[in-house]
């Protein structure tokens, strides 16, 4: 299992300076599309793609999240969300992505008529961006009652009818939805649609991003059966953060 770092959470926005550091550690990195979407001045695919060949340092890409929801139910608001996610897409392919992260939707409310509208749109958009450009991993959320997709048999359910998509377990977002026995079920239930990882730490009591072992995620009895490829920090903190969350998954997991 290869690891990267988001350097929007390493707070490494000047992109050299972030390569730099992934050289140095030996990491990748996780791009986080929607910050390219927001400072235009930031470097494009091609020159991103130009700096992961210079300093080889392999990337990954977060899609689009901030102020979109893919299962909109408003017409005008899901079409954005769509052209926006497939302009992620066309980032993530554009800088040689090895996966890209895909986020699920919310609803205003739970209730049945609208929970089951929210979850045709999100379906709706999954079919859209098909064929896939790049891996394409959907991470759980479910960190309070707006978020569609609660829970791992929820997730399954959507994920059943879309084979080409991957999963990304996101430790902290199950250890606040579920607690140690959350991360288990996803684990359990999705273990084989298991493409990256997310991981950082939390009390549990809300999504931190703190570095491994400064929270209460018991890590050593929570290893996947089978590890992916690929696996993301998400942790607040420069390059001390990064190795010791490193240093920390490693020995819990032995490898």
């Not at 390219?36 to 899609?63: C, D, K, N, Q, W």
Request: charged share 25%.
């Amino acid at each position: 299992m290869r690891f990267f770092f988001s350097p929007l959470d390493a707070e490494q926005l000047d992109m050299e300076a972030a390569f730099r550091l992934a050289a140095e550690l030996g990491m990748g990195l996780e791009l986080p599309f929607d910050l390219f979407e927001a400072v235009p001045a930031l470097p494009g695919a091609e020159e991103i793609r130009a700096l992961s060949r210079r300093y080889g340092v392999p990337l990954t890409v977060h899609l689009p999240f901030a102020d979109l929801n893919l299962a909109s139910l408003f017409p005008k608001s899901f079409r954005a969300a769509l052209e926006r996610t497939q302009d992620g897409l066309a980032f993530a392919e554009g800088v040689g992505a090895e996966v890209a992260v895909l986020h699920t939707g919310s609803v205003p409310v739970r209730h049945p008529l609208v929970v089951e509208a929210a979850f045709a749109r999100m379906e709706e958009a999954l079919a859209a961006l098909r064929p896939l450009s790049v891996p394409v991993a959907v991470e759980n959320l479910a960190l309070d009652e707006r978020d569609l997709v609660q829970g791992p048999e929820e997730l399954a359910r959507l994920l059943a009818r879309f084979p080409e998509y991957g999963f990304c377990l996101d430790y902290s977002h199950a250890f606040v939805e579920g607690g140690e026995a959350g991360v288990a079920a996803y684990l359990d239930r999705l273990g084989d649609r298991l493409f990256h990882l997310h991981l950082n730490d939390t009390p549990g009591d809300r999504d931190r991003h703190l570095p491994v072992g400064e929270g209460g995620i018991p890590f050593p009895r929570l290893k996947p059966g089978r590890l992916p490829e690929t696996a993301t920090f998400e942790v607040r903190g420069g390059k001390d953060a990064l190795e010791g969350s490193r240093a920390r998954i490693r020995a819990a997991w032995d490898i």
